[in-house]
């Protein structure tokens, strides 16, 4: 049966890879991206090469009306909804908390936090078999930061992946007996642009010493974990937050 998932801020890293190997897998996959249109494209097109399905909708996940848009989209131009992957998230510039305006926490709690909560409202609507659909997959991209706590460099941004967790944690309980599972995984240090967008694009390799297996990781080690809990093989697995770290 033809089915679709939910990718959010699959324009590039983990997201990207996520949404490729979804396609894989035989999701029609919605690439969802804030600004880089071009680079969703282009995500959609190598889907379509390898003979899969995709469209690519702009939605902010900061915006409760984009997230509406963005769902209202999939209902009308993908097969039903299946799952969702609340990907899309952001860090900013290393800072100890005494030094974070109100803007930095708002920003850093709509965009990894509520924009998550109103995603997983939404799939909930569609998913829940209470409400007449057919059960599904949820999967929650946190990051080990939410036990680490992240002193000095991203306190807002750990909080925000441990309100993931809890929130993993709880609606994973609230949704068990309709269909749906909602599973976390807990991303360690990845090779991605991200750490270029908190101000350092060599995180990684700064903090690989610190990793048991002293390597970062590579998107697809992600991807394939995310992949994993949404497929059938992980049916008796819900409220799991799956560390993918190295042994961080
Ligand atoms: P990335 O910066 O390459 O990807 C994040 C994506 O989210 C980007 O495409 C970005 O445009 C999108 N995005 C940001 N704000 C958005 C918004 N408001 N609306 C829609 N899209 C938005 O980084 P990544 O490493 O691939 O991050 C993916 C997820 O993995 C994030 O949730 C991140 O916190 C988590 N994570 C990453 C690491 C790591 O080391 N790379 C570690 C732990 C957790």
């Not at 894989?24 to 190598?46: S, T």
């Not at 949820?138 to 992946?161: H, M």
């Not at 976390?184 to 048991?212: C, F, L, N, Q, W």
Request: hydrophobic share 45%.
């Amino acid at each position: 049966m033809e089915r679709s998932i939910i990718v959010t801020g699959a324009s590039r890293g983990i997201g990207r890879s996520i949404a490729l190997k979804a396609a894989e897998k035989g999701y029609q996959v919605c690439v969802n991206y804030k600004g880089a249109a071009d680079k969703a494209e282009a995500v959609v097109r190598e889907i379509e090469a390898a003979g899969g399905t995709a469209i690519a909708v702009q939605a902010d996940m900061a915006i409760e009306a984009d997230i509406l848009r963005m769902f209202e989209t999939v209902d009308t131009k993908l097969a039903p909804l299946a799952a969702l992957v609340n990907n899309a998230g952001i860090v900013d510039k290393a800072a100890p908390v005494a030094d974070m305006s109100l803007a930095r926490l708002n920003r850093m709690f709509s965009t990894n936090i509520t924009g998550p909560f109103l995603c997983a409202r939404e799939a909930v609507k569609r998913l829940s078999t209470a409400r007449g659909g057919p059960g599904g997959g949820i999967v929650n991209i946190s990051s080990v930061a939410a036990r680490l706590g992240s002193p000095n460099e991203y306190v807002d941004y750990a909080a925000s992946k441990a309100a993931i967790d809890a929130m993993t944690i709880g609606l994973s309980k609230e949704v068990a007996n309709v269909g749906i599972r909602v599973n976390a995984v807990r991303p360690g240090v990845i090779y991605t642009e991200i750490h270029a967008s908190g101000g350092e694009p060599d995180r990684v390799e700064r903090v690989k010493s610190m990793v048991p297996m002293q390597r970062g990781g590579e998107v697809e080690e992600i991807a394939d974990a995310a992949l994993w809990l949404l497929s059938e093989e992980a049916s008796y697995v819900t409220g799991a937050l799956l560390d993918v770290s190295g042994g961080r």
